[in-house]
């Protein structure tokens, strides 16, 4: 039976946007972006979305992908469908909105993923670009008890087990463990597919499931926060940066290496 | 879970040592403790932890706690979070500090899920407020653009600290403490996950996170073959090579170069970077440095904000010429 793929995806703030467009709201705190910015899916949430279409064309597969949100661009989140998956459902209620706390994003899809039902695997990105905290896949995997394989670089699945190659500091391991089991995916997987225009055009056709919180058999008491968000700033630069001249940049360079030599640092 | 107390290190050791992150960790819990007027405790988990217990007590721990089990001789996550969780609740500490290593990323949100918490991720610095006996944390966030100042609102407070973002304290030999055994019961069929084979990708040379120099290469390389002439270059100098992320990502160099967010955080005396324009996501994993070298074309990359040296100019020709320079120098 071809397996049964849930990919998490979270619409994120363009990390490729400039820094001089961020601004930071002091109520919330929150960073806003101006509305010329389009979001995007988080990028490793990509890859992991990769990872199952490529499972899907080696051996089939019916792939899921589930969000959560306050409220998406309909348009960015529809390229997951663009991309090949099958289904899309946003969880998407203002009650959602600028969750920054981690084990509630974790209580709110664990909750999404019972009302899905069966499945053999969730992929996940290994953190999101933005609050970067690599957190809700991991208790996600807890809430679902369910295996768990963090940092995936290559992921296949067979005979009711899923092998992955998982990074470590100095190189990886494989590793396997029974299905259904939960994997977090690294970019060292590769580069996301671009849509293809027949995909483009299948996805303009379908509509994405909308879910509010209602739907979904939440428990108020785990949705309060564990963690609270105090202040928010930019970093202090303070760097002066000393270039180095010369009449042309091999001088430049040899220029460098006294300079470096006179603070004794070679 | 009891009345909360105390401060709660989670340690890792690795062939029966101290690892140098949880030194660096009972560095930030020291002062904690002290302001809170209480212990700093220390929690391990593993195989024939006594040299590591009294290491952990000379790094500045007043009492171990060790899970001591030829089931966790080699990390099994799923033993290692029995282990743990069994370990906090004999504790039960107010506030727990752990590495944000490999391992820690792992096992910090699994714990914490595990104890009904969050975890205060990447901390740069903890600070208490004793009035409260709230942390607070100050960790970089969208890709280190933004820096967030969070607290956790339950207990245990749990914060996963940077790696190199604290300095151990000198080893103390005086310092002596209790190791009290934790007794857990473990059964081997609870590692739902098996290691089938470990391949290793060492570097050739220094190891990047320990080296006093580093040399790196990006996107503005071009392709593989120049970093053969970094590492030309990383050679005189004794350096280890690193690289930023776009260049791990084009394949032109292994994963285990790379430095940044998702790479690793370095904190060498020099770091030479050429052709990385400085994206957030590589400064994260860089701006420890003591002195960073930045050689670009682009007057106006970032990373020249960073850089305490630059030279704007085509790289093809200011490191040959900066090569032989150093190699005349020499």
């Known amino acids: 039976m071809a397996l049964h793929i849930i990919v998490t995806a979270k619409q994120v703030v363009d990390p490729e946007m400039p820094i001089s467009a961020y601004s930071i709201e002091a109520a919330g705190p929150r960073v806003v972006t101006p509305a010329t910015f389009q979001p995007v899916i988080n990028g490793f949430d990509e890859n992991a979305l990769e990872a199952a279409l490529r499972l899907k064309d080696s051996q089939g597969a019916t792939i899921t992908v589930v969000s959560v949100g306050g409220q998406f661009a309909l348009d960015i989140m529809k390229k997951a469908l663009a991309m090949g998956a099958d289904t899309l459902i946003l969880c998407q209620d203002p009650l959602f909105a600028h969750l920054s706390d981690s084990f509630v994003t974790a209580q709110v899809l664990s909750a999404a993923i019972r009302k899905i039902g069966a499945f053999d695997l969730i992929l996940c990105g290994r953190q999101a670009s933005d609050w970067d905290n690599a957190q809700v896949p991991l208790m996600l995997a807890e809430l679902l008890d369910v295996p768990c394989l963090s940092l995936a670089q290559k992921v296949e699945a067979a005979d009711g087990k899923v092998t992955v190659e998982q990074l470590v500091p100095d190189g990886y391991i494989v590793a396997e463990a029974p299905l259904p089991a939960l994997v977090t995916v690294s970019n060292e997987l590769g580069a996301p597919r671009y849509p293809t225009m027949r995909n483009i055009m299948a996805a303009n056709r379908k509509r994405p499931a909308l879910w509010k919180a209602t739907d979904l058999a939440l428990d108020p008491a785990l949705l309060t926060p564990r963690i609270e968000l105090v202040n928010l700033a930019f970093p202090a630069r303070t760097q002066q940066c000393e270039i180095i001249a010369g009449a042309d940049a091999a001088e430049a360079g040899r220029n460098l290496a006294l300079k470096l030599r006179e603070a004794k640092l070679i | ?330």
């Open chain 2, 1 to 330: 879970m009891a009345e909360a107390r105390g401060v709660l290190v989670i340690g890792e050791v690795s062939a029966g040592q101290l690892s140098s992150t949880t030194k660096e960790v009972l560095a930030a819990g020291r002062p904690l403790a002290e302001q809170a007027g209480t212990a700093l405790a220390v929690g391990l988990v593993g195989h024939n932890l006594a040299s590591a217990a009294q290491e952990a007590l000379q790094a500045g721990g007043d009492r171990v706690y060790t899970v001591d089990n030829a089931l966790l001789a080699e990390v099994h996550l799923e033993l290692y979070l029995a282990a743990l969780v069994a370990l906090c609740r004999t504790v039960a500490p107010d506030i727990m500090l752990l590495g944000r290593t490999a391992l820690g990323r792992d096992l910090g949100p699994r714990l914490a899920c595990r104890l009904g918490v969050g975890v205060l991720q990447d901390c740069l610095r903890v600070e208490l407020d004793t009035a409260t006996g709230r942390l607070t944390a100050t960790r970089p966030v969208y890709g280190g653009n933004v820096l967030a100042q969070a607290r956790c609102l339950a207990t245990p407070q749990i914060a996963a600290l940077r790696p190199k973002a604290y300095a151990p304290l000198a080893p103390d030999p005086a310092r002596q403490g209790e190791v009290i055994a934790v007794p857990v019961a473990l059964d081997a069929t609870m590692a739902r996950v098996a290691v089938v084979r470990q391949v290793r990708q060492e570097s050739a040379g220094v190891k990047l996170e320990d080296a006093t120099i580093v040399v790196a290469g990006g996107r503005g390389l071009g392709g593989p073959e120049p970093f053969r002439e970094l590492q030309e270059l990383a050679g005189m100098l004794g350096a280890a090579m690193g690289a930023s992320r776009a260049a791990v990502d084009a394949g032109w160099v292994p994963g285990n170069w790379q430095v940044g967010l998702t790479g690793k955080t370095i904190t060498p005396d020099l770091y030479i970077t050429v052709g990385i324009s400085g994206a957030s996501q590589h400064l994260a994993g860089c701006s420890g440095a003591k002195v960073i070298v930045a050689i670009n074309k682009d007057a106006e990359a970032n990373i020249f904000r960073e850089a305490r040296y630059g030279v704007v100019g085509d790289w093809h020709a200011v490191v040959p010429a900066f090569m032989e320079a150093i190699r005349s120098l020499q």
